[in-house]
């Protein structure tokens, strides 16, 4: 839970890098949390509950990501070819799975708070 709270902290931070654990708990939370309202929705019938969270949420969610692809060395802006219908997702979905860079790159210090080792 600290995970999904700990980004809601940073609802509009879009600088800095995010580790995977962070971005997929985010998710998992956000995911649990949008189905519980959307059956309570349709429990009684009110199609809005769910909208409102999915708003309020969009944000932090873009922010996470954009963070998520920093640490993976990319720039922010790849979050705009999720609009490309089917590669664009599969693409960013792919991207959010990878490793991050090891130590520290453009967008900031490693999240995992250590050096990679030197051979």
């Known amino acids: 839970m600290n995970y999904f709270l700990d980004v809601l902290k940073k609802y509009a931070v879009f600088s800095g890098?995010?580790?995977?654990?962070?971005?997929?708990?985010y998710t998992l939370f956000v995911t649990i949390i949008y189905i519980v309202l959307a059956v309570i929705g349709v429990?009684?019938?009110?199609?809005?509950?769910p909208i409102v969270f999915y708003v309020a949420i969009l944000l932090p969610s873009l922010a996470v990501l954009v963070r998520r692809l920093h640490d993976t060395g990319r720039s922010g802006?790849?979050?705009?070819?999720?609009?490309?219908?089917?590669?664009?997702?599969?693409t960013l979905l792919v991207f959010t799975c990878l490793d991050g860079e090891p130590g520290e790159n453009k967008?900031?210090?490693?999240?995992?708070?250590?050096?990679?080792a030197h051979v």
């Open 17 to 25: 890098r995010a580790r995977r654990k962070e971005y997929w708990m």
């Open 43 to 49: 429990v009684a019938k009110q199609a809005w509950i």
């Open 77 to 90: 802006w790849w979050v705009l070819f999720g609009l490309v219908p089917l590669a664009g997702g599969i």
């Open 107 to 116: 967008y900031g210090p490693n999240p995992k708070g250590f050096a990679p």
